[in-house]
């Protein structure tokens, strides 16, 4: 992920120091482990322990060169490292690693980090959440055009809009949370899966420590269906991103207006036309899905490793390993903000509502024709007339409102009682629900209008 | 999906006749709700089932040409559905779909086609589970090599490779549950989701009736993130299904041949070639499993409605939820079949592990040596010496056995006693952590070897 | 594709008699290249095509259903296929498929109904290609606002939007030609590409006379190359078709209007809404991009076949062989006659133009002002300035248009003539390269305004 | 794209100062075909070139540092480049930029980029292309077994594999070459593509200085099917890597051990099994496949801009544009060192041919069998009978070779020659064609055997 969509704090999650202080724990604690039921010396894991701290303590870009260096020589990355780990903590260094195979080390850092990641997302949308609900309750009330298809529909709130998205957000944070599990397993299960140089008790223990699960069987390799998960729900995430993005891109259009992203004093929508406050940030957000969503395939194409194991999956994770954690992190945190401070405009609401001249009323009208005996077909018949002379006639001379041709129509007007029309003209009839559904999704219905 | 990867089992869930039952299901529930609260006549609604039923059980062919006939002049499926319930119902008919929109019955009916669905494919995991589980214990002491790169790496059992695979699907099981839940909502809002014409207990009646949630806000429209999580979940286990078809093919290649697809009597390998017995069940799944796969994007693609809905994901779903749901229940019912019959040559397992003389046992050594007191360095550097030796030569004349080689070597001959490398070199050593493993993934450790 | 997007003249070039007739083709071809260099009697070769041509052209639905029962005990299609053209031929039948491979039936096969199916695409991009070129000419001077985020920009014609999409179209053509050639191969190679038992002058010949060039190396089948090449470019077209498609739904959105599906006579927009009229059409269209766009994953994921080949390939392009060409041939058919019909409001674009002000002609303005001799960073503070007062107060009490605004602002009155400034608000002025883009595009620039 | 994938020839490409370089380029050249026609001053281009080509020639981090700065306030890329070269070009950088928006200069730049990359691809591609051409002339005669299934098959040439995978690198480089003109284009007309106010002959000029063709039709943006085809046909390069990649790996596995990646004097295969020589090169291969082709997704996603453009494709191609061209020009240098080295074993592949038993001869021996005058089921029944057998007792006590049971039977042995069963086990005959095959890919046979 290019610099300008990350954030430091994800970044550092995959920064070389971080996955090597985390090799170091694994390899400290299978040390601990291990010294425990006798198969190395206290003393020995001890050393370990006091003298890595000390480095991981005073770790360094000259440390990064120094593995590097080595690396450049044994081809191999966890080798290298082990070689400056010996270097720092002397003879007893012999007694690390022991029975174990580089995968033990690589797999259980990978869980760790996505564990971090994960958490970092969850804030995301912990924040994400908050910002949804405080604008859904803020705009419970306020009226504006549902639209299906992009035509006018039916008038309902912008508030009941922000809880739909906040109720998918609220399902991606449980997704999410369901996909960390899958991801924060351990495996110190040697060579090929069987324990064979390696007591199980180990990876008991280093799990525990590191807060995560013993993989029931690994073969070599944490199995990749679950990363192949992971990066799926990243995936679904990233989708709800795109279709809250998209929302905002259209009540921004020059034509709807009728919410716009906060403007910053100072910044230029177009170095050729001045006036232009652009969506930017959804449109950004739109993108950033994009490139989310399409680091499933490599992750689902990653789970046929051969046998147990090979190691094309590694390249793929290398990259979409902080490619998607990071661009996730950042849209979100972007998202935020942008939901925040999102300009609203419900007078402009409201005028789009009326703007076609009362025809999103028509559902009711339909309903209370065919209360009144006469057959849905007909009823159909006799609004679906009446919406369109409205339509075709609209802002023309002599172009009449659907309530009007309403009235003038005798098969409407003997029919249906001036108040019940007035009723079903009555955007506020939209509303009667949201108690009942801001209960279901926020818990509570918040304060009356 | 072609008929030739089609179960009528599944292929019936998707037939118009499943859909219009589900449909008037949908729309006799309402009514019964309707009348519950007073809403329509109680009698209505008795008639609407009634007469509904009727047509119902005795719909055929005759039935759906109607409704097609009808939708080719309103150019609306559900329309055209409910014209023709009005055409069996009678006047009551004016009753039926009050208040409702299209896509509370589409929508809704969905749901509960994927619900089938989704019982369908638990059903077909089960048989695979308790395949893989009884081959994984008839296995169990089955020694074979492990192999990463597709290298010998140190031996295993071939029912631990069973029991890897079972987790993976057990996983896949619960994966599943998870997704049906995901998809097992019902909308009855209305036309934006405000229930504006229709009452919140209408939703919940048909809900509960039907064994579905209520969808916490709906926008005419489910939310299609809870199919996207679908479609990547049957992507996710279309990998594990791929997964286990590569190690099948990998197996039984010319070379390997330590496992076959059972082969019929009569069944011809090759128009050409008559010794042929190729693994064509394990790749075909290899193909099911790249088209199961490549539906998450579209689905994924779909989350991103334009406001309250548009209508581009029906035909997406039109297609993916066949094609997803009968290629995938195909692949799971064929793969059960092939785990069940694989032909297992345990003799063809051991020849290949003793095929690199010996070298597999060299990890044990490794540690051998180290142990008696040499730094891992050195002791790699040792063993690596005597295995490329060994490596070389083989085949060769007068080429040695890893053994041999080292028993030829005063470096390890004057550290390590005999007894401990005939320990090293005794495969079995390698089956030591087997009852930890099986009983973390079955529930018991089963019986002794 | 399910019967809904499918229109039969595709349908047919998937169907099982279709294939069976290539089949017979290629093999009575081959058996006339044999017999030409004597490699068969030349009686036998008559015999072959004068019975199989019978055969064939008495072809009915028994004949499939014979073939399918032979299959069932073979479990080999090709095998099949030439049981029954034995049963057909006679004794002659044993120099049918001499020397060949199932892949060299299978594979040519799939060529001719691709090269099938891509003609067919053509004339639908022809028929395309002619609405586009129509309107575009049609709506040449149409005036109508640009916009770049949605948001505004400056004024275009309608004609040059379509242009745009035609140039694209033709674009799309020119790649389906070369992906086209790309399918176009015939491999009569044997069993693995060497040519062991047939001659290749038979694959020459039976490649000329199917007008297919001759794969350079197949190995035992047409490297997949080549199809993933064939399916990715149909992507490439499916999202174009999405484009114009998308551009469509935003200009028949209620607040924009500006063009409008064609709304046949007693079609239903809504179940609920009488007043609806809906982009279905484009929207289904949107869908249909998504499906054919996910089937270049598999395609892609087919190449790798292990060896000379494995048949994962198959099951994947049994399916998207037809799903793609069909989807596709659908989608383009569908998209001519939108466009053809497409409704358009030369009237609502000029107000929808004018709607934000005037200042969409901001553009000119800041030029012009650039030019009276001020910093680049002058003229775009004075124009932003103006461009806001008008947009903040845009059909508020007092509020002024661009123009008023600039008019009473000294920075620009005292820099800019009123005739210049009249010039950069006739929005006339977008319109003076017409000509030159018309003819890059269409080799003319047509009739004048 | 990560470090360890990245070559830095390519990754400068990238890099900010190239695309500065272009900007400036794009600006200067621009503002020197505005002075031919007398839109700006001579004197002014002149001073803007010269003042500007020492800039960019003293262009250091504190310019990117400068611009950085200036797009903190800003918020525009482009702008805050103008603003930063109006520092360095000094009063007459008001000429600069008249008339152009930033996309002009954005995907114009783009396309600069993305040929250079495209130049560079071809160049790898050439010296693959040299190198297996070379490998493919050294094994022409070399015989191996090929495989259909990964089941033995028929013999075939090790050179005659390498060829096909020349062929399609072949194709790849034709298709690359087609890709590299479809995003070779310039566009300078504007901020909706009208040329409003910038002359065509701009981009006239501009385009041809740079190699480029001028866009017929732009709409602000240059469209994004020109891209998306570019990313396909990436994506169907890689997959062709990932094809040869999973050859040799399947010829290095251990029971196979034909080939063998060249294995570096220290490099370490394994921390825990030091005899362990992986195919990492070829793995590593495979997964960067993966990854070059999950650019295509996003790539077609952005085809469908919204009206004359919005900047969603913009975050995704600041990703997969380095991330594609890198991750592939990484990917084929590693290819064509990795196939000059292959170490390549001719015995083992003779030894593993007729591993079999001889089985693999039965092609020929079915038509002689066929050519004797009996039914071509006849003649497959008693060579699968055959076949079976010698494969049943493969490696058995009393195990019989193919030949020897053929010999043996009456049914053979009554019908087909000894003479002509000696040439059917003579493998040389898979080799006759050999030399019409390389003509037809290397355009000559080579030298004979």
């Known amino acids: 992920m290019v610099p300008r969509y990350t954030r430091p704090v994800m970044a550092a999650i995959w920064a070389p120091e971080n996955r090597y202080r985390i090799w170091f724990e694994i390899e400290a604690l299978a040390c601990e482990a291990m010294a425990d039921y006798g198969a190395i010396p206290k003393e020995a894991a001890r050393t370990i322990r006091t003298n890595g701290d000390a480095a991981m303590a005073a770790f360094s870009d000259a440390d990064i060169a120094r593995i590097d260096e080595i690396e450049a020589t044994t081809r191999h990355d966890v080798i290298a490292f082990l070689t400056w780990l010996a270097e720092k903590v002397g003879p007893d260094s012999r007694f690390v690693h022991l029975g174990m195979t580089s995968s033990d080390v690589l797999d259980t850092c990978f869980s760790v980090q996505l564990k971090q990641a994960?958490?970092?997302?969850?804030?995301?949308?912990?924040?994400?959440l908050a910002a949804l609900r405080?604008?859904?309750?803020?705009?419970?009330?306020?009226l504006t055009i549902g639209r299906s298809h992009a035509?006018?529909?039916?008038?309902?709130?912008?508030?009941?809009?922000?809880?739909?998205?906040?109720?998918?957000?609220?399902?991606?944070?449980?997704?999410?949370?369901a996909a960390r599990a899958e991801i924060a397993t351990c495996a110190i299960s040697g060579a090929v899966g069987t324990?064979?140089?390696v007591d199980p008790r180990v990876e008991t223990f280093v799990a525990e420590r590191l807060g995560l699960a013993a993989e029931p069987v690994s073969t070599q390799v944490i199995p990749r269906d679950r990363h192949a998960a992971f990066f799926c729900t990243l995936a679904v995430i990233a989708?709800?991103?795109?279709?809250?993005?998209t929302e905002v891109r259209h009540l921004q259009r020059s034509e709807v207006r009728e919410a716009e992203e906060?403007?910053?004093?100072?910044?230029?929508?177009?170095?050729?036309?001045?006036?232009?406050?652009?969506?930017?940030?959804?449109?950004n957000l739109t993108g950033l899905a994009r490139l989310v969503r399409s680091h499933a395939i490599p992750a689902l194409e990653n789970v046929a490793l051969w046998h147990e194991r090979d190691i094309s999956h590694s390249s793929v994770e290398r990259n979409i390993g902080p490619d998607a954690t990071i661009g996730l992190d950042f849209a979100l945190a972007r998202?935020?903000?942008m939901m925040e401070k999102l300009v609203v405009y419900p007078e402009q609401m409201l005028a789009n509502m009326e703007s076609l001249g009362g025809v999103v009323h028509s559902g009711e009208v339909l309903l209370?024709?065919?209360r009144s005996g006469i057959s849905r077909e007909d009823a159909y018949r006799i609004v679906q007339h009446n919406a369109m002379a409205t339509w075709t006639n609209l802002g023309k001379p002599g172009g009449r409102t659907f309530r009007e041709n309403l009235d003038a129509d005798p098969d409407v007007a003997g029919r249906v009682p001036a108040d019940v029309l007035d009723a079903a003209f009555d955007a506020r009839m939209h509303l009667g629900a949201l108690d009942h559904v801001f209960t279901r999704v926020f818990g509570e219905a918040g304060p009356a209008a």
């Open 118 to 128: 994960a958490d970092l997302l969850l804030e995301d949308l912990d924040m994400l």
């Open 134 to 142: 405080a604008r859904a309750f803020e705009h419970k009330y306020t």
């Open 151 to 177: 035509i006018h529909a039916e008038p309902t709130s912008f508030g009941l809009k922000l809880a739909g998205h906040y109720a998918e957000f609220a399902r991606n944070r449980e997704r999410l949370v």
């Open 195 to 197: 324990f064979a140089h």
């Open 239 to 245: 989708s709800g991103i795109e279709r809250l993005a």
């Open 262 to 283: 906060f403007f910053h004093p100072g910044q230029k929508g177009s170095s050729a036309m001045p006036h232009k406050r652009n969506p930017v940030l959804s449109e």
């Open 335 to 337: 998202l935020s903000g």
């Open 368 to 370: 209370a024709l065919a």
